[in-house]
């Protein structure tokens, strides 16, 4: 059973950057598609970028694209997320997840992905 762990989230201002990291325990991080998902209170979450078992395809979603970056270290089992130009709507909490199946990255749908991890809160203040 994989374990993803999310760290990074915390308090920052309007404008300000931030990088996610996500660890995932296991032998078959090099095999899945990763992505970050994000869920503001009281609403739904959605997926914010996914990226490719080999790191040659990413996927943004429009309220992003341009801002947040997703990348992947094979040999650090490690997906993140570079968040720049945040914004008070970005406040949400934060999750990786893994998809075994659907490895090119192109699943957007939270029931699509396999594992996830604990999650981490993101708070931007403006």
């Known amino acids: 059973q994989l374990q993803l762990l999310e760290s990074g989230g915390r308090l920052v201002q309007a404008g300000g950057s931030l990088r996610l990291s996500c660890v995932v325990s296991?032998?078959?991080?090099?095999?899945?598609?990763m992505a970050w998902f994000r869920q503001p209170p009281g609403k739904e979450r959605d997926v914010l970028a996914s990226?490719?078992?080999?790191?040659?395809?990413?996927y943004y979603t429009n309220s992003v694209k341009g801002r947040f970056t997703i990348s992947r270290d094979n040999a650090k089992k490690t997906v993140y997320l570079q968040m720049n130009s945040l914004k008070p709507e970005d406040t949400a909490v934060y999750y990786c997840?893994?998809?075994?199946?659907?490895?090119?990255?192109?699943?957007?749908?939270?029931?699509?992905?396999?594992?996830w991890g604990q999650g981490t809160q993101v708070t931007v203040s403006s």
């Open positions: 997840a893994a998809d075994k199946y659907e490895v090119d990255g192109t699943d957007s749908k939270f029931y699509e992905y396999d594992y």
């Open positions: 296991g032998d078959t991080f090099s095999s899945l598609a």
């Open positions: 990226i490719a078992w080999n790191g040659d395809k990413t």
